[in-house]
Nanobody, 123 residues
């Protein structure tokens, strides 16, 4: 059974930082795309960042470019999202997901999902 378990969310003041982690079990995803999505109340789930098998293959939504960094440790089957210079509009539930392919931005390819972790940024 495949499981993705996120950690690292919480409450932070604007300008602060958080690091999210997501560890997969049940299979390896070293050659698959891994992504972080967020969903704010009343909004659709949005792909925030994604990474291919190496750190050179990444995607970021425009609103987080220069502030967020996605990385992975294939030996640990873990993906990270370092979030710096956080803004109140970053407040959302953040979900880790694993795709069935190496393509980063086709959201329908993301098959496995974590339970989500809340990130709240106060002004």
């Amino acid at each position: 059974q495949v499981q993705l378990v996120e950690s690292g969310g919480g409450l932070v003041q604007a300008g602060g930082s958080l690091r999210l982690s997501c560890t997969a079990s049940g299979r390896t995803f070293s050659s698959n795309a891994m992504g972080w999505f967020h969903q704010a109340p009343g909004m659709e789930r949005e792909l925030v960042a994604a990474i291919g098998w190496s750190d050179r293959d990444t995607y970021y939504v425009d609103s987080v470019k220069g502030r967020f960094t996605i990385s992975r440790d294939n030996a640990k089957n873990t993906v990270y999202l370092q979030m710096n210079s956080l803004k109140p509009e970053d407040t959302a539930v953040y979900y880790c997901a694993a795709a069935m392919t190496s393509i980063l931005t086709i959201t329908s390819n993301y098959r496995y999902w974590g339970q989500g972790t809340q990130v709240t940024v106060s002004s």
